[in-house]
């Protein structure tokens, strides 16, 4: 994740994305300038200008990237057939996988606080996601397949909780992305503890 | 965790690094400036000036609170005796507890990378915290009462990230800190799905 300088190429508007949101994940977005973007793409901040409008402007493409990400999970098969409880599974592992995958983009949506409108805009389709995913929790409920002691609401975000928590301290290394969502499944439906 | 205008009374260095953790907890510690925490205090930036030496001192007394409350439970007699199991479960609920207790110094203490000298010190604890209670996984594992299929350090992280979660949604409301303490241990502990 860290933004080094990158050799020259031609860059369109999803590589610059790329090295744009490696800096927002690195420095934070208000931190983070377009200067700072264009030292990490080894090109002027002019050269920018010409294939975007601004620093918000790759922010929301980056944003989008992240959120479509996470909704096409719910359109996959295994997220729409099958128990309940199979399904959230399916979805827990794959948005594990995705947050890996799309390191930098899930860094930067789990930070915003809504501060503009791309901002807020992300904020409601994440919330949107949740409640989603909420739903899918009291059905398995009602299915007798997750314990009805748990408040739905709050087990959707502990579990995203866990889940979103990778993009403080993932580094690529030993642990293989397969290792970590298969431990955050593991952990959410059985726990630590031997059955 | 909003930063009103407080009431005036006279201010002590306590009082100030409350109004202060609030202020960088809700802007960010590197968003902040004094004029924010003057303003939240209701006070000039010199007469805060006369407590404390500026924003990194400020800093460094909550990121020493949010430590201090982090260390002093492993120190109770709970997280000291008994089985590694019961010490686990204790100090995962107590950490759950802790971070709702200090919600402003708890968010401030998740969200620092090591800037500065304090956040790097403050980093450096953390760690060490974090490494005690990952030997007490693997003694826990030892004594077969956590599932040997887990990386212990990977639990740990993922257990922590869980209950850090709540820094990012949690709003005094509807649901208690010991009710959210219960599921992160329950979760952490037991899983969703019933046994």
Redesign the interface.
Known sequence: MSAQVEPRKPYDIDSLTDVALRVFAER?Y??ASMDDVARAAGITKASIYHHVSGKEALLERGLGRALDALFAILDEPAAREGRA?ERLRHIVERVAEVTLRLLPELTVL?RIHGASKSEREAVERRRSFDRYVTEI?VQAQRE????R???AR??A??????????V??YRAGS?TRE??AH??V??????????
Chains 1, 2 share one sequence.
Request: proline fraction near 2%; charged fraction near 20%; aromatic fraction near 10%.
């Open positions: 934070g208000d931190g409880i789990f929790i007798g397949d997750v314990r002691d748990l408040d709050l087990a975000r502990l579990i995203f909780g866990m889940s979103n928590s990778v403080e301290w642990l290792a970590i431990a955050v593991s952990l959410a439906f059985e726990g630590m503890t031997p059955r």
